[in-house]
Nanobody, 111 residues
Framework: QVQLVESGGGLVQPGGSLRLSCAAS????????MGWYRQAPGKQRELVAT???????NYADSVKGRFTISRDNAKNTVYLQMNSLKPEDTAVYYC?????WGQGTQVTVSS
């Protein structure tokens, strides 16, 4: 059974950067489409970005040009590099593959 563990969240000032990591275990990581979702207080969970097994990526319009999703199949890890962060990026960020969610990591953008 696949398990996902996120890390890298925290408090950052507007305009700053963070990199989230998600380590996967228990499956054949290189075959999976992986993604990041986020959920802000009082809002529905929304897609941030996905990356396919072939490396193809997809982004929400709100993060295009600022966030980059990548993967390292040798380390069974997917990353989310977040630059030019805005207060509206504040949310719990969840790592995802079909049928599995991580526990989430808090990202707070505030001065």
């Amino acid at each position: 059974q696949v398990q996902l563990v996120e890390s890298g969240g925290g408090l950052v000032q507007p305009g700053g950067s963070l990199r989230l990591s998600c380590a996967a275990s228990g499956g054949i990581f290189r075959l999976y489409t992986m993604g990041w979702y986020r959920q802000a207080p009082g809002k529905q969970r929304e897609l941030v970005a996905t990356i396919g097994s072939n490396g193809n990526t997809n982004y929400a319009d709100s993060v295009k040009g600022r966030f980059t999703i990548s993967r390292d199949n040798a380390k069974n890890t997917v990353y989310l590099q977040m630059n030019s962060l805005k207060p509206e990026d504040t949310a719990v960020y969840y790592c995802w593959k079909i049928g599995v969610w991580g526990q989430g990591t808090q990202v707070t953008v505030s001065s």
